[in-house]
């Protein structure tokens, strides 16, 4: 039951309260440039949440059974964190990527270079890099990462319908495109400023 | 040196001619990577509340742009192309983590303040998207230039938000270092230890500025401003 809770506490903190590319502008990248359409986002979105949940736990346990001095190994290998990581992410998204081209070519040609390029989402790797200095255990880095995942989608989706109307606004011409979506993002950041610092196991023990 | 000297032999020699200072001064504007490219814009945004971490970070791209390029320019020939995304993110990994230890031995506290955002220069777009998109087929001079620019470009960028979100933020500027100067409004507690400016007392920090957010609102400024100026840089879509 404890560990339920606090699967859940983590979850919804990863998700909303403290939302990676609103709260923390981590994996921007594709974000301001797959946005365009709901239907590609929609694509990736789901992606990075594979990606992200699978990563984390799989990282976690290189972290404590691998690099640590009390692992496997004994020796203190933590500078050869990023490499092993970001290998690790390499391969997961080249798994999904084989996954994506079997069951939805046509998902596939529209996400184009950006399937590869979860690779280099700073999500991915910001959200390891957040999991080892939080210092979180198996359960909650499999919540954090699942968590994560599902914000990222959810904030990439709500750009994107955005994105959607406001091309058929009289935007001035060099705020076009880019600078708008900058300044959607920005705005969005603010909205969900306001839920940064709600502890949901707080709401959980008032009740 | 010895690798750039082999590169003189046979690509032609290590001249910085009109070509070559094109290599670093475009990045800096009409193929600015932030504004234009957009690419990098992740990892250090969050860092850019104050003006002395954005320079470290600046000063990190700089060097793991560069010889990533240097890197793997040298290399280009002899990486078959199915492994190159993995090449690129174990050279880039291994200057970063050389970034860290440095960090780590002469300056812990800022490595402490900037924490997961070095790590997180590895998947900083413009890094990769360089290499892919000119290391991969450039001679290791010019793409030793190339990322160079590119890093300078990103660097102008993220000074310039950090200036603005830091003097309308915190009221101050280089806050941590020695030059700290609190330039504007109340004294703060932040970092640095002055009661009240010398300049306009009245002034109320703007804890806007000090949210990652406000450098979205910057950035869009800048590309307004800038594609204003560079018509031809705006969105046809």
Same mark, same amino acid.
Do not use: H
């Given at each position: 039951?404890?560990?339920?809770?606090?699967?859940?506490?983590?979850?919804?903190?990863?998700?909303?309260?403290?939302?990676?590319?609103?709260?923390?502008?981590?994996?921007?990248?594709?974000?301001?440039?797959?946005?365009?359409?709901?239907?590609?986002?929609?694509?990736?979105?789901?992606?990075?949440?594979? %990606?992200?949940?699978?990563?984390?736990?799989?990282?976690?346990?290189?972290?404590?059974?691998?690099?640590?001095?009390?692992?496997?190994?004994?020796?203190?290998?933590?500078?050869?964190?990023?490499?092993?990581?970001?290998? %690790?992410?390499?391969?997961?998204?080249?798994?999904?990527?084989?996954?994506?081209?079997?069951?939805?070519?046509?998902?596939?040609?529209?996400?184009?270079?950006?399937?590869?390029?979860?690779? %280099?989402?700073?999500?991915?790797?910001?959200?390891?890099?957040?999991?080892?200095?939080?210092?979180?255990?198996?359960?909650?880095?499999?919540?954090?990462?699942?968590?994560?995942?599902?914000?990222?989608?959810?904030?990439?989706?709500?750009?994107?319908?955005?994105?959607?109307?406001?091309?058929?606004?009289?935007?001035?011409?060099?705020?076009?495109?880019?600078?708008?979506?900058?300044?959607?993002?920005?705005?969005?950041?603010?909205?969900?400023?306001?839920?940064?610092?709600?502890?949901?196991?707080?709401?959980?023990?008032?009740? | /040196?010895?690798?750039?000297?082999?590169?003189?032999?046979?690509?032609?020699?290590?001249?910085?001619?009109?070509?070559?200072? $094109?290599?670093?001064?475009?990045?800096?504007?009409?193929?600015?990577?932030?504004?234009?490219?957009?690419?990098?814009? +992740?990892?250090?945004?969050?860092?850019?509340?104050?003006?002395?971490?954005?320079?470290?970070?600046?000063?990190?791209?700089?060097?793991? +742009?560069? *010889?990533?390029?240097?890197?793997?320019?040298?290399? !280009?020939?002899?990486?078959?192309? #199915?492994? !190159?995304?993995?090449? /690129?993110?174990?050279?880039?990994?291994?200057?970063?983590?050389?970034?860290?230890?440095?960090?780590?031995?002469?300056?812990?506290?800022?490595?402490?303040?900037?924490?997961?955002?070095?790590?997180?220069?590895?998947?900083? +777009?413009?890094? /990769?998207?360089?290499?892919?998109?000119?290391? /991969?087929?450039?001679?290791?001079? $010019?793409?030793?230039?190339?990322?160079?620019?590119?890093?300078?470009?990103?660097?102008?960028?993220?000074?310039?938000?950090?200036? *603005? $979100?830091?003097?309308?933020?915190?009221?101050?500027? *280089?806050?941590?270092?020695?030059?700290?100067?609190?330039?504007?409004?109340?004294?703060?507690?932040?970092?640095?230890?002055?009661?009240? #400016? *010398?300049?306009?007392?009245?002034?109320?920090?703007?804890?806007?500025?000090?949210?990652?957010?406000?450098?979205?609102?910057?950035?869009?400024?800048?590309?307004?401003?800038? !594609?204003?100026?560079?018509?031809?840089?705006?969105?046809?879509?």
């Amino acid at each position: 039951m404890l560990l339920l809770d606090s699967f859940i506490n983590i979850f919804l903190k990863a998700a909303f309260f403290e939302n990676m590319v609103l709260a923390y502008f981590l994996g921007m990248c594709s974000f301001l440039a797959v946005s365009k359409s709901v239907k590609t986002a929609f694509g990736l979105g789901l992606a990075v949440i594979f %990606v992200l949940g699978f990563t984390m736990p799989i990282n976690w346990l290189i972290t404590t059974y691998l690099l640590s001095d009390t692992g496997i190994l004994g020796i203190d290998l933590t500078f050869l964190r990023f490499i092993l990581f970001i290998a %690790v992410i390499a391969s997961m998204v080249q798994l999904v990527e084989m996954v994506i081209e079997k069951f939805s070519p046509s998902l596939y040609t529209s996400l184009g270079i950006f399937l590869p390029l979860i690779t %280099v989402n700073c999500a991915i790797l910001g959200g390891s890099l957040f999991m080892v200095a939080r210092e979180y255990n198996f359960t909650e880095s499999v919540a954090f990462g699942l968590g994560g995942g599902f914000g990222w989608f959810l904030a990439i989706l709500a750009l994107a319908a955005i994105r959607e109307k406001i091309k058929y606004s009289a935007v001035p011409a060099p705020l076009r495109g880019l600078g708008m979506a900058f300044l959607i993002t920005g705005l969005m950041g603010v909205a969900f400023m306001s839920l940064m610092g709600i502890d949901p196991a707080a709401l959980a023990g008032a009740k | /040196m010895a690798e750039t000297a082999v590169a003189k032999k046979k690509e032609g020699g290590l001249a910085f001619g009109k070509k070559e200072r $094109r290599l670093i001064v475009d990045p800096l504007n009409e193929n600015n990577p932030i504004t234009v490219q957009v690419l990098g814009i +992740c990892s250090a945004l969050a860092v850019t509340s104050l003006i002395f971490p954005s320079l470290v970070i600046s000063i990190a791209v700089v060097f793991v +742009c560069a *010889f990533s390029s240097l890197t793997i320019s040298l290399m !280009r020939k002899y990486i078959p192309n #199915s492994v !190159r995304m993995i090449v /690129m993110l174990v050279v880039i990994a291994a200057l970063v983590t050389i970034v860290e230890l440095f960090l780590k031995a002469f300056s812990f506290t800022v490595y402490k303040q900037l924490s997961v955002y070095i790590g997180l220069i590895i998947t900083n +777009c413009i890094v /990769m998207g360089r290499l892919e998109a000119f290391a /991969m087929a450039n001679d290791p001079w $010019r793409s030793f230039l190339d990322g160079i620019g590119n890093g300078l470009g990103y660097g102008a960028i993220l000074l310039i938000i950090a200036f *603005f $979100r830091e003097l309308l933020g915190k009221g101050t500027l *280089f806050a941590g270092t020695p030059l700290a100067l609190n330039i504007i409004g109340a004294g703060n507690d932040y970092l640095i230890n002055t009661e009240t #400016s *010398f300049l306009f007392g009245w002034y109320v920090n703007n804890n806007l500025m000090v949210m990652p957010a406000a450098a979205m609102f910057i950035i869009a400024i800048l590309i307004w401003i800038q !594609r204003a100026r560079f018509p031809k840089l705006v969105d046809v879509s």
